[in-house]
Protein backbone atom coordinates (compact mmCIF):
# COMPACT_ATOMS: atom_id res chain seq x y z
CA UNK A 1 0.00 0.00 0.00
CA UNK A 2 3.08 2.47 0.56
CA UNK A 3 4.40 1.89 -2.59
CA UNK A 4 1.26 2.45 -4.36
CA UNK A 5 0.74 6.14 -2.31
CA UNK A 6 4.27 6.69 -2.89
CA UNK A 7 3.85 6.14 -6.57
CA UNK A 8 0.08 8.12 -6.92
CA UNK A 9 2.12 11.16 -4.92
CA UNK A 10 5.49 10.76 -7.58
CA UNK A 11 2.75 11.13 -10.55
CA UNK A 12 0.60 14.21 -9.20
CA UNK A 13 4.03 15.99 -8.28
CA UNK A 14 5.08 15.67 -11.56
CA UNK A 15 1.89 15.88 -12.93
CA UNK A 16 1.92 18.19 -16.33
CA UNK A 17 4.65 20.98 -16.80
CA UNK A 18 5.02 23.49 -19.85
CA UNK A 19 7.25 25.84 -21.02
CA UNK A 20 6.64 29.63 -20.47
CA UNK A 21 5.31 31.49 -24.11
CA UNK A 22 7.76 35.08 -24.59
CA UNK A 23 7.34 37.46 -26.66
CA UNK A 24 10.47 38.43 -27.58
CA UNK A 25 10.81 42.49 -28.49
CA UNK A 26 14.59 43.06 -28.53
CA UNK A 27 15.19 46.71 -26.89
CA UNK A 28 16.56 49.61 -29.14
CA UNK A 29 14.89 48.44 -31.98
CA UNK A 30 14.00 51.35 -34.82
CA UNK A 31 10.96 50.05 -37.05
CA UNK A 32 11.78 50.56 -40.65
CA UNK A 33 15.71 50.26 -39.67
CA UNK A 34 15.68 46.88 -37.55
CA UNK A 35 12.34 45.06 -38.73
CA UNK A 36 9.05 45.64 -40.85
CA UNK A 37 5.80 45.72 -40.23
CA UNK A 38 3.52 43.32 -41.54
CA UNK A 39 0.25 44.25 -39.53
CA UNK A 40 -2.16 42.75 -37.14
CA UNK A 41 -2.68 39.18 -36.70
CA UNK A 42 -4.61 36.91 -34.37
CA UNK A 43 -3.93 33.23 -33.31
CA UNK A 44 -6.01 31.13 -30.81
CA UNK A 45 -6.21 27.73 -29.82
CA UNK A 46 -7.85 25.75 -27.85
CA UNK A 47 -6.99 22.94 -24.53
CA UNK A 48 -9.53 20.42 -22.81
CA UNK A 49 -8.86 19.15 -19.41
CA UNK A 50 -10.38 15.70 -19.98
CA UNK A 51 -12.67 14.60 -16.59
CA UNK A 52 -10.85 17.58 -15.01
CA UNK A 53 -7.98 15.70 -14.48
CA UNK A 54 -6.67 14.84 -18.37
CA UNK A 55 -5.05 17.58 -20.14
CA UNK A 56 -5.81 17.49 -24.04
CA UNK A 57 -3.36 20.57 -26.01
CA UNK A 58 -3.30 22.39 -22.49
CA UNK A 59 0.78 23.12 -22.90
CA UNK A 60 1.09 23.62 -26.31
CA UNK A 61 -1.98 26.02 -26.96
CA UNK A 62 -0.34 28.92 -25.97
CA UNK A 63 2.41 28.66 -28.68
CA UNK A 64 0.51 27.54 -31.10
CA UNK A 65 -1.70 30.78 -30.68
CA UNK A 66 1.29 32.99 -31.19
CA UNK A 67 2.71 30.84 -34.46
CA UNK A 68 -0.60 31.21 -36.32
CA UNK A 69 -0.83 34.81 -35.92
CA UNK A 70 2.97 34.86 -36.91
CA UNK A 71 2.62 32.69 -39.22
CA UNK A 72 -0.80 34.31 -41.11
CA UNK A 73 1.42 37.05 -42.22
CA UNK A 74 4.85 34.96 -43.00
CA UNK A 75 6.64 37.19 -40.07
CA UNK A 76 8.86 36.51 -37.75
CA UNK A 77 8.01 37.90 -34.01
CA UNK A 78 4.72 39.35 -32.53
CA UNK A 79 4.83 43.07 -31.08
CA UNK A 80 2.59 44.63 -28.98
CA UNK A 81 0.25 40.96 -28.03
CA UNK A 82 -2.38 41.59 -26.29
CA UNK A 83 -4.04 37.93 -24.80
CA UNK A 84 -7.70 36.79 -23.67
CA UNK A 85 -8.67 33.51 -22.68
CA UNK A 86 -11.95 32.54 -22.18
CA UNK A 87 -13.61 28.96 -20.68
CA UNK A 88 -16.73 26.83 -21.28
CA UNK A 89 -17.77 24.02 -19.51
CA UNK A 90 -19.30 20.97 -20.19
CA UNK A 91 -20.29 17.52 -18.40
CA UNK A 92 -17.04 15.85 -19.34
CA UNK A 93 -14.76 18.57 -19.66
CA UNK A 94 -13.73 22.19 -19.10
CA UNK A 95 -12.03 24.46 -22.31
CA UNK A 96 -10.26 27.23 -22.85
CA UNK A 97 -9.68 29.02 -25.77
CA UNK A 98 -6.59 30.94 -26.04
CA UNK A 99 -6.53 34.30 -28.25
CA UNK A 100 -3.78 36.53 -28.95
CA UNK A 101 -3.42 39.24 -30.68
CA UNK A 102 -0.77 41.42 -31.87
CA UNK A 103 1.33 43.67 -34.95
CA UNK A 104 3.61 41.28 -36.60
CA UNK A 105 6.83 42.12 -37.73
CA UNK A 106 9.86 40.94 -40.31
CA UNK A 107 13.37 41.10 -39.27
CA UNK A 108 15.48 42.64 -41.70
CA UNK A 109 18.86 41.25 -41.85
CA UNK A 110 22.32 43.90 -41.73
CA UNK A 111 22.31 45.65 -45.53
CA UNK A 112 19.11 44.62 -46.67
CA UNK A 113 17.27 47.45 -44.94
CA UNK A 114 19.57 50.26 -45.75
CA UNK A 115 21.59 51.29 -49.36
CA UNK A 116 25.22 50.50 -49.19
CA UNK A 117 27.16 53.33 -49.45
CA UNK A 118 30.42 54.21 -51.49
CA UNK A 119 32.68 57.11 -50.80
CA UNK A 120 34.98 58.53 -53.79
CA UNK A 121 37.72 61.03 -53.66
CA UNK A 122 37.19 63.74 -56.14
CA UNK A 123 40.41 66.06 -57.46
CA UNK A 124 40.07 68.41 -54.58
CA UNK A 125 40.25 65.95 -51.88
CA UNK A 126 36.63 66.29 -50.85
CA UNK A 127 34.80 62.73 -50.45
CA UNK A 128 31.32 62.13 -52.09
CA UNK A 129 29.18 59.92 -51.33
CA UNK A 130 26.98 57.76 -53.73
CA UNK A 131 23.94 55.47 -53.34
CA UNK A 132 23.56 52.46 -55.36
Known amino acids: MKKITALLCGVLLA???SMPVTFQ???NQVEGKDYKVLGESEGSSVGVMLFNIIPINQNDRFMKAKDEAIQKLSGDRLIN???EERW????LFN???FTVKGTVVKDLTQGSST???KTNNDTQGKTINEKN
Open 15 to 17: GCS
Open 25 to 27: TPL
Open 81 to 83: PSI
Open 88 to 91: FWAY
Open 95 to 97: GYI
Open 115 to 117: PEI
